[in-house]
């Protein structure tokens, strides 16, 4: 069964920097897209980032220019650089992972392309 365990949550105050991994097990797909995804308190979960099998990346507006998405596959982890960080940016951030059937590009079906998904990591930003 896939395995995604998201770690390198935390918290810093505004402007400072996190780096979130996503460690995959028995995740085979040679098509995919992977992603992180957040939700914060009393707010709908929002695609942040991902990344396809090509190495296309995609971002929420939000976070272009602040945040930087990129996998080792060699180590079968995901990773979001997160810098500039704001108050707003804080959430539960989830990994998660496309099975056989997606759209490209990735996030553009939000959510519902997703069927493998992480338990998720908290990052709390302070002013």
């Known amino acids: 069964q896939v395995q995604l365990v998201e770690s390198g949550g935390g918290s810093v105050q505004a402007g400072g920097s996190l780096r979130l991994s996503c460690a995959a097990s028995r995740y085979t797909y040679a098509s995919y897209c992977m992603g992180w995804f957040r939700q914060g308190q009393g707010k709908e979960r929002e695609g942040v980032a991902a990344?396809?099998?090509?190495?296309?990346?995609t971002y929420a507006d939000s976070v272009k220019g602040r945040f930087t998405i990129s996998q080792d596959n060699a180590k079968n982890t995901l990773y979001l650089q997160m810098d500039s960080l704001k108050p707003e940016d804080t959430a539960m951030y989830y990994c998660?992972?496309?099975?056989?059937?997606?759209?490209?590009?990735?996030?553009?079906?939000?959510?519902?392309?997703?069927?493998?998904w992480g338990k998720g990591t908290l990052v709390t930003i302070s002013s």
């Open positions: 990344i396809d099998s090509d190495g296309t990346t």
């Open positions: 998660a992972a496309t099975g056989i059937f997606f759209s490209r590009p990735c996030l553009g079906s939000g959510a519902g392309d997703m069927n493998y």
